[in-house]
């Protein structure tokens, strides 16, 4: 068994206890109030001193950006979809740097009327803090009104290259491993049309290119207007425009992109797609694709191993509520919420629905929807959730969540919010979560700090450890707010791991891979994957909060293509590189 390669070497750790309070249910009041200071003094309310976690860094690392939504007075509905997020190493020199989709000023659209341009922030060089915009320099300057960011490298050259969905088809940008970015869409061949959202990168036949799936919304048309239930003019819902189907590319060596959206069969079904998540959902080696639909059933698409999927949402249980009905899905996130070695799926949707936590029954067995056991469903009613994310914020070796919030019909605004009218009028505030460790979380306001006390019109989410000191920290994406880097500052209750896993055949992260650590008497379980939550995407590495245990037993990696490898850790606190076929194979 070849020792794999210590990227990042262990640092200094902290060592303040963990000061966890469990929040119950029925704090989502305390959620909604603040958490002023006069409420510490209520019967059940937090004690004053509980350390916030999560404090906005974004002026002092220099990340100015604001969404613009173009919001014209009409509501037009793209207005209120709002964008997401991208945290990766542009640059190739180790460090996370940020990437944000932006709108235009103007809807309808007229051609490069009202354009303003996306945002990268490059992370400075080693030992300085924050972030640097080079500006048009850097090559993303897409005109067009954005939405979504995928991350995946199209050519097999080790640079991370960049996927862009707009309302009016998508860009994909060539990365030249420094920070620089040209449009190759039409070298490549991408010929998408329509208002896009979410995307991945996913080498669904297993040939070593990374593919692309893409959701599509609905067919938006900007002479329809809506009015709610009080004759007011408001944003229209999903059914008042046609859906449409989604679309799956081929990658031919890198050098070009084929739709194979009909002999995949993914054409054969319409519905308003937000949220995509790739993994191996049944358990038989292939990656699989999940898209929550907003106002429609989920879709499943199972790999048929032959260029094919079926649609199985209805048979593994994973399309509708437990009631039976299809809700608004937003933003979903594939993990082991439970610790019991499959992935679990947790999707957001509208105020007044629920947020919804499924289960896996076990490998290849379906899911079960276990929202009311959760916690996670009544506290959310309230809410309109989009981005979600899962991670152990204070490393104790359970997932804890974090949601972005924000209403798309109006309603009075609230008196803390900070957005701007006519924004204040959607604003809400995030919720944060604590995991037991059993998939039962508990609202937690008081350690979530700023992250829960920003009322903004919140979308996309994304994670990454920021400042590299171990553990993770967030990026919100805000509708004509300013951007949110929180960075976690919550006391550790035990080291941590991070993970890269590398088939050097492609030189590129293995997307789709599952990587299990074993440490303590426990097993760990995550996916290297990139793109989920919320027209977002996050660092690749899978990150292990290990809680008490003082080592790591071992680490196994299911690979792509089937392979399954077993490997040491030298120690923990520290960044491992693991490389397919540097292991011990395991059975």
Not at 65 to 75: D, L, P, Q
Not at 96 to 121: H, I, Q
Not at 250 to 266: I, K, L, R, Y
Not at 529 to 556: K, M, N, T, W
């Amino acid at each position: 068994m070849s020792p794999p390669r210590i990227v990042e070497p262990a640092g200094k750790r902290r060592t303040r206890s963990r000061g966890f309070v469990a929040a119950a249910l029925a704090q989502v009041t305390s959620l909604l109030g603040a958490c002023s200071p006069a409420e510490s003094d209520k019967p059940g309310a937090q004690p004053a001193a509980t350390q916030a976690w999560f404090v906005d860094r974004a002026h002092e690392l220099g990340v100015d950006f604001e969404y613009e939504a173009g919001a014209s007075g009409k509501r037009y509905m793209p207005e209120i979809a709002g964008a997401g997020v991208a945290l990766f190493d542009a640059d190739g020199d180790g460090r996370l740097d940020l990437f944000f989709p932006n709108g235009n000023r103007e809807l309808p659209l007229s051609k490069g009327s009202g354009a303003v341009l996306d945002r990268l922030y490059l992370a400075r060089g080693s030992g300085e803090k924050g972030f640097v915009d080079p500006g048009p320099a850097c090559g993303l300057t897409d005109p067009d009104y954005s939405m979504g960011v995928a991350i995946g490298d199209i050519d097999d050259d080790g640079d991370r290259d960049l996927l862009l969905t707009n309302l009016e088809g998508v860009r994909l940008y060539r990365n030249d491993g420094q920070g620089h970015f040209e449009d190759a869409t039409a070298a490549l061949g991408l010929q998408v049309s329509g208002w896009c959202t979410s995307c991945s990168f996913v080498d669904y036949d297993r040939d070593g290119y990374l593919d692309l799936f893409i959701a599509r919304y609905l067919e938006f048309d900007p002479q329809l207007h809506c009015t709610n239930k009080n004759s007011r003019p408001d944003y229209c819902g999903p059914k008042a425009y046609p859906p449409v189907s989604d679309v799956l590319l081929h990658n031919e060596g890198g050098t070009h992109f084929t739709d194979v959206s009909g002999p995949a069969g993914m054409n054969s079904v319409r519905a308003p797609g937000l949220g995509v998540v790739c993994a191996d959902f049944d358990a038989d080696g292939w990656v699989d694709i999940y898209v929550a639909n907003d106002g429609y059933a989920n879709h499943m698409w199972l790999n048929g191993h032959d260029g094919s999927f079926h649609e199985a949402a209805f048979e593994l249980g994973v399309a509708l509520n437990m009631s039976g009905h299809a809700e608004a899905g937003m933003g979903v996130v594939a993990a082991d919420f439970d610790g019991d070695g499959t992935l679990d799926l947790f999707i957001t949707h509208l105020a007044d629905e629920s947020n919804i936590l499924y289960l896996s029954r076990g490998p290849g067995k379906g899911y079960r929807d276990a929202t009311g056991r959760s916690g996670a469903g009544a506290s959310s009613m309230p809410f309109t959730g989009f981005g979600v994310v899962a991670f152990d914020a204070d490393l104790d070796g359970d997932l804890d969540l974090v949601v972005a919030n924000g209403r798309v019909n109006r309603a009075d605004p609230r008196a803390d919010s900070s957005a701007p009218s006519p924004w204040d009028e959607l604003a809400e505030p995030n919720l944060f979560y604590l995991n037991d460790g059993s998939a039962h979380f508990a609202l937690a306001p008081e350690q979530a700090g700023e992250l829960a006390r920003a009322v903004e019109v919140s979308r996309g989410l994304a994670l990454g450890d920021i400042d590299d000191d171990g553990d993770l920290d967030l990026v919100v994406a805000n509708t004509a707010s300013r951007a949110r880097v929180y960075v976690n500052e919550a006391p550790r209750a035990g080291h941590w791991l991070r993970v890269r896993a590398v088939d050097p055949r492609y030189r590129r992260e293995a997307l789709g891979a599952l990587v299990t650590l074993h440490a303590g008497g426990r097993s760990f379980l995550r996916c290297i994957e990139s793109s989920s939550s919320y027209l977002s995407s996050s660092d690749s590495r899978a990150h292990f909060g290990l809680g008490p245990a003082q080592a790591v037993e071992s680490i196994e990696v299911l690979w792509p293509d089937g392979l399954r490898e077993r490997f040491s850790s030298p120690g923990v606190d520290r960044t491992l590189e693991l490389v397919r076929g540097g292991g011990t194979e395991a059975k």
